[in-house]
């Protein structure tokens, strides 16, 4: 009976896992903005703080899901290379010496989607599914 459970509980965490993996994360600004689509190595300077502005001129503000979202592992491992650990300990590096400040933490993609639709200079990441009108593709992480 306890392999059995075992067994179980193993499949249910590969399921979660096989099923997070698979959650398309895109790259959002607001449907106005002026933003256009960024490759995987502009999104990840910007995320890395290496680039402070769009390609074409023009502020970026950044925003992050919250550290517990599967989103923002997924983000940080397929645009950078890095956990979203290792992604943070390297913008507290960045804030210490004065050269960044990480990006704004929010609440989740709904919050995320409606600060961005609604601020020009934002772009943030959700999942696919939950893009509407409000805004617009700029990156999918691959």
Known sequence: MHKNRIRVLLSMLLFVVATMARAEVVLVAGANSSATTLSK???A???MGKATSFPGGGEIKLLDQPESSPVREE??????????AQAKAYWAK?????????PREGQNSADIKHQVAND???????????????VKVIYTAE
């Open 41 to 43: 190595q502009q999104t």
């Open 45 to 47: 300077d910007i995320y």
């Open 75 to 84: 983000f940080y491992s397929k645009v950078t290379g890095k956990t979203a």
């Open 94 to 102: 960045l804030s210490f010496t004065g050269r960044g400040r990480p």
């Open 120 to 134: 020009s200079k934002l772009i943030g990441y959700v999942e696919k599914s939950a893009v509407d009108s409000s």
